[in-house]
């Protein structure tokens, strides 16, 4: 994976276990110190003070439903976590379609809806909670995708959901 996003972390993380910021822990998951947490979200929230669409990643539901929502294109925009959210969210093909860089998507109680014949989504990373049993998007191919995490599954074994998310191979 890691080569696959061109980055080459073996001494990065050598230094960073060194000096106590992160820790990989018994199940390989890796654990960081609050303050590189707090550091890389000061790193993000620069690139864009103003303008959220100028951020690479968005991990608060207000602020990452409030760029979703505007009408002008998104390509700066690589990540996205919408979750905690009292309501549910849909996302339509038309807002899905200004985020062209997409790679990370986490959306919890929310769903899509609309026609993603358009949509040429990068996304590589998707965990998803759907919200409704019947799933309302069409033309929602996942070319790109390596993970798809569906998390509290809704769908029936006889849904459309499972015909029409595609992913072209399988690792």
Same mark, same amino acid.
């Given at each position: 994976?890691?080569?696959?996003?061109?980055?080459?972390?073996?001494?990065?993380?050598?230094?960073?276990?060194? =000096?106590?910021? #992160?820790?990989?822990?018994?199940?390989?998951?890796?654990?960081?110190?609050?303050?590189?947490?707090?550091?890389?979200?000061?790193?993000?929230?620069?690139?864009?003070?103003?303008?959220?669409?100028?951020?690479?990643?968005?991990? #608060?539901?207000?602020?990452?439903?409030?760029? #979703?929502?505007?009408?002008?294109?998104?390509?700066?925009?690589?990540?996205?976590?919408?979750?905690?959210?009292?309501?549910? #969210?849909?996302?339509?093909?038309?807002?899905?379609?200004?985020?062209?860089?997409?790679?990370?998507?986490?959306?919890?109680?929310?769903?899509?809806?609309?026609?993603?014949?358009?949509?040429?989504?990068?996304?590589?990373?998707?965990?998803?909670?759907?919200?409704?049993?019947?799933?309302?998007?069409?033309?929602?191919?996942?070319?790109?995708?390596?993970?798809?995490?569906?998390?509290?599954?809704?769908?029936?074994?006889?849904? =459309?959901?499972?015909?029409?998310? =595609?992913?072209?191979?399988?690792?």
């Amino acid at each position: 994976m890691w080569t696959n996003c061109q980055f080459y972390p073996e001494r990065g993380i050598e230094v960073l276990t060194s =000096k106590c910021l #992160i820790k990989i822990l018994d199940n390989d998951k890796l654990w960081m110190h609050d303050q590189l947490v707090d550091m890389g979200r000061e790193i993000v929230r620069q690139e864009g003070r103003s303008d959220l669409g100028k951020r690479s990643r968005l991990w #608060i539901a207000k602020e990452a439903l409030e760029m #979703i929502r505007t009408e002008e294109r998104k390509g700066e925009v690589q990540a996205l976590e919408i979750s905690g959210s009292d309501s549910s #969210i849909e996302i339509t093909n038309e807002e899905f379609e200004r985020l062209p860089n997409l790679r990370f998507l986490k959306l919890r109680n929310g769903d899509f809806a609309g026609d993603f014949v358009k949509c040429h989504a990068k996304l590589r990373w998707i965990s998803w909670q759907p919200v409704h049993r019947d799933f309302r998007a069409v033309n929602f191919y996942l070319d790109h995708l390596v993970v798809f995490k569906l998390d509290w599954n809704r769908f029936t074994d006889d849904s =459309k959901a499972w015909d029409l998310i =595609k992913v072209n191979h399988m690792i």
